[in-house]
Every structure is written in structure tokens, then in C-alpha cells.
């Protein structure tokens, strides 16, 4: 049985701390005052835990943690004092779908930009990982692979173009298996 329960603590831990940034983010975007973020991400972070066992293991732990948070930021803007709102419950209620539409859409095109980078052939893929995840400078790379400047800002500028079709072909395709 500690056994059990041990591995349960292990798989959330691991799934929340994977997932906490995104989770606090979201918070923040509606919560400006840091501590009452901080407040609402530890009342999320309980009801993680305690529905924890409810969780489907094939579905997005943030995903889950965020549609958690944006209940407790409802709580949260029922109890403070009418005086202290700026916008109705309705307008609040616009602002949390808008903004989990916006989240859903830059998560699938994060999912897509992944995809389509993976297709890219292994130099394409090295010049991206310079350029965007070491954060080199397009004279550095040249230097670094032997290639002119204006060479690389061409290279960049057709990868650029691949990916960005991809990335289209990819998203639309999704929307057509809906």
C-alpha cells in the first residue's frame, strides 16, 4: 500500500512540476497581485492532489491544472467585494474563455512547430537549435559551420518558409479530423 501511494506522489509531483510555470502563468494573466496568485496556484495545486486519482494519465496535466485554476480564479473574484471589481462576472467570464482560447490555440502550434521542426533535415535542424535554442547570432553560425552570412540568412529565410507551410498543412489538417 506505501508502496502505491508513493508512486502516486512521484507521478503527480512529476506531472506538477512540469506543468506548475504554465499553471502559475495562466493565474497570473487575471491575478495581478503576486500573493493572491501565489494563494490560488497553492488552493490549485491541493485540488490537483486531492482529484488526483480522477485524473486521466493520457490527457494534458497543465491543460487539467489550468481548467482547476480557472475555477478557483472564479471563487476567487466571487468573494472579493463588489466594490473592488473593475468588470462584471460576465465580462470576467469573456476575459477566462478568450484567454483559454488563445492558450489552446498557441498550445497546438507549439505541438505543430515541434512536429515540423523534426521533419527538417539534420543541418536545417542544427541551424535552428543555434539560432533559436543556443541563441546564437547569424554571423556566429556562419563562422560556426563555415558558411557566408548572407548564405545562413538565406538558408534561415527558406527554413523559415518550410516551416511556416508545415506548420499550416499540420493545424489544418487537425481542424479537418475534428
Known amino acids: 500500500m506505501d508502496q502505491d501511494i508513493r508512486q502516486e506522489k512521484d507521478a ?29 496556484l497553492q488552493e490549485t495545486t491541493s485540488i490537483l ?71 527538417l533535415d539534420q543541418v536545417d535542424k542544427n541551424i535552428i537549435k543555434m539560432r533559436y535554442q543556443d541563441g546564437m547570432k547569424i554571423k556566429a553560425i556562419a563562422q560556426n559551420i563555415n558558411r557566408s552570412t548572407n548564405g545562413i540568412y538565406q538558408t534561415m529565410s527558406r527554413i523559415h518558409l518550410i516551416l511556416q507551410k508545415c506548420i499550416i498543412r499540420t493545424i489544418s489538417s487537425w481542424d479537418k479530423s475534428i
Do not use: P
Open 12 to 40: 503527480f509531483l512529476t506531472l506538477f512540476l512540469a506543468s506548475q510555470k504554465k499553471i502559475f502563468a495562466y493565474i497570473l494573466l487575471f491575478i495581478h497581485n503576486r500573493s493572491d496568485a501565489e494563494d490560488i
Open 49 to 119: 492532489w486531492n482529484r488526483f486519482d480522477k485524473f486521466d494519465r493520457g490527457q494534458n496535466f497543465a491543460a487539467w491544472g489550468i481548467g482547476i485554476a480557472r475555477n478557483v480564479i472564479r471563487k476567487h473574484w466571487s468573494r472579493m467585494s463588489k466594490d473592488s471589481k473593475i468588470f462584471s462576472d460576465r465580462a470576467y467570464e469573456n476575459i477566462i474563455e478568450l484567454v483559454s482560447e488563445v492558450i489552446d490555440q498557441a498550445d497546438d502550434r507549439a505541438i505543430a512547430i515541434e512536429q515540423c521542426v523534426a521533419k
